[in-house]
């Protein structure tokens, strides 16, 4: 498909066209919420631990004889049912990491990618480049863009300068191209990208590739315009 591209006042410069192998799949929601509950699942530590009945402090004495009291029979004073006891069925140090297969997760990148394209919420720029790192000049870029709300910036070596600029703005997050994921994507109302980030995602999430394509041919693809 042919999609402009623009440059920092909004202005069209030219038109290129995109894979709709990568921008014009139709979006699969089983295949995308999986990527999503996998990659969450990922991030957790799983570090979460409680203590039974054998690990707490405590005697293991009978707190009183078994009848004649008049009371509820009553063991250990570390019994789950008393305040400071054990607990019952606790979290245990776990891993929480789920597998899913490459084809998947690249499907999954190409649905959200193609959702921005199809709702309008992707805009490609020529370049994006600062001489030093100004919040407020980046602040101005993204409000000519017509970007009101979040937005993530792709590209494909992203500038010192450039992450800067947006580091302190509310819901603005920079990545590399390569890094681009199904949270990330689908956490932002907008994606800008520029064009030899474009470029990388096609290479990297094509079918071709994913058929077995040459991974060697990736490394090459960067553009020193994104500074």
Not at 46 to 75: C, D, H, M, N, P
Request: proline share 4%; glycine share 8%.
């Amino acid at each position: 498909m042919e999609v402009p591209v623009y440059n920092l006042a909004k202005e069209v410069v030219k038109h290129i066209e995109i894979s709709d192998d990568v921008f014009g799949v139709m979006f699969n929601q089983s295949v995308v919420h999986q990527a999503v509950v996998r990659q969450r699942a990922n991030l957790r530590q799983g570090t979460a631990s409680t203590k039974t009945r054998s690990e707490v402090r405590g005697s293991s004495k009978k707190l009183f004889r078994q009848k004649g009291t008049g009371s509820a029979r009553a063991g250990s004073i570390r019994s789950p049912l008393r305040r400071g006891g054990g607990i019952t069925f606790g979290p245990k140090p776990r891993s929480y990491r789920q597998q899913m297969p490459k084809k998947m997760r690249q499907l999954a990148i190409r649905s959200v990618l193609s959702a921005k394209m199809g709702d309008g919420e992707l805009i490609i720029l020529e370049q994006l480049q600062f001489d030093e790192p100004k919040t407020k000049k980046m602040a101005q870029i993204l409000t000519t863009l017509g970007i009101e709300s979040s937005a993530l910036i792709a590209m494909s070596e992203p500038g010192i300068n450039v992450v800067k600029s947006a580091h302190n703005l509310p819901r603005i997050k920079t990545s590399p191209a390569n890094l681009l994921n199904v949270v990330d994507i689908l956490s932002h109302k907008m994606l800008v990208m520029t064009e030899s980030a474009v470029r990388n995602v096609e290479l990297l999430w094509g079918k071709d590739l994913s058929k077995g394509g040459n991974s060697a041919s990736l490394r090459g693809v960067t553009s020193s315009a994104d500074n």
